[in-house]
C-alpha cells in the first residue's frame, strides 16, 4: 500500500520550505486576522484555525521543523520507489545490418529497372502469341462460314431439283410410268445427299459456335496481356523518373 503523505504545513500558511522564521510568523499573523473563529462563521472555521495553529508550532520551531522536513522528504522517498515500477529489461533486438553493407540505391534501382523490362518483354511476347492465335482463329471462322453458304447453296439446289421432279411427275404421267423407276432413284439419291448436308451443316455449325467461344477467350487474353504490359511499363517508367520514390523509404522498402 502507498504511503499516506502528510499535511503540508508550508501550503496552509502560504510559505515556502525556505522562509525563515519572520516570513513564517508574518503569515500566521495575516491568517490569524481572517481565519480566527471570532472573525470566520464558517461552519468548518475552527478545525481550519486549529490547522493553521498546528503548521505555526511546527514551522516555527527549529527542532519540530527539522523533524517534519525529514519525515517529509523520506516519505517522498519511499512513496517515489513504491510507484515506480522496476525498469524492464529490452527485448532483443537482432543487429540490423551496417549501412556499408546495403548496395547503393542507384544498384537496386537498376535491378528493379531490368526485372521490370524482362517482364515487359514477357507480357509482349505473350499478347504478340494471343494476337497471332486471334487473327487465325477468325481466319478459320471466315472459312467456316464460306463452308456453311456452300452447303446451304448445296442443300437449295437439291431441294429445287427434288421440287422440280415432282412437277414433272403431276405433268407428264405417262412419261413417269416409263421412266418410274430412274426417278425413284434420283428422289432417294436426293433425299441421301439432303440427308447427308443437314449432318455436314450441323457439324458446321457447331464448329461455328466453338470458334466464336474461341475468338472471345483468345480477345480477353489479348486485354489482359495488354494491360499487363502497360502496367510494367508505366512502373518502369515511375522508377526511371525517379519521382516517386524517396531515398530513404526505397533503402528501408528494400531491405525488410
Known sequence: MPLRPHRDYYAVLGVQPTADSGTIKA????????????????????????LISEAYETLVDETKRRTYDSSICSQHTSASAYARPPTPTPAYAPPTPASSEQPPIETWIKKEIASLKATEQRAHNQQLSAQRTLDEAREKLVRTHEELTKILEEQERITREKAADERW???????????RGDIARRQKRRGVEIAALDERLGEKNGEFQDLLLEIRALEQRVFVTRAMREKTISQMRRLQSGVVFEFERVRGWAWT
Open 169 to 179: 411427275v403431276v405433268t407428264f404421267t405417262a412419261s413417269l410410268l416409263r421412266h
Open 27 to 50: 503569515a500566521y499573523r495575516k491568517l490569524a486576522l481572517t481565519k480566527h473563529p471570532d472573525r470566520n462563521k464558517d461552519a468548518n472555521a475552527t478545525a481550519e484555525f486549529q
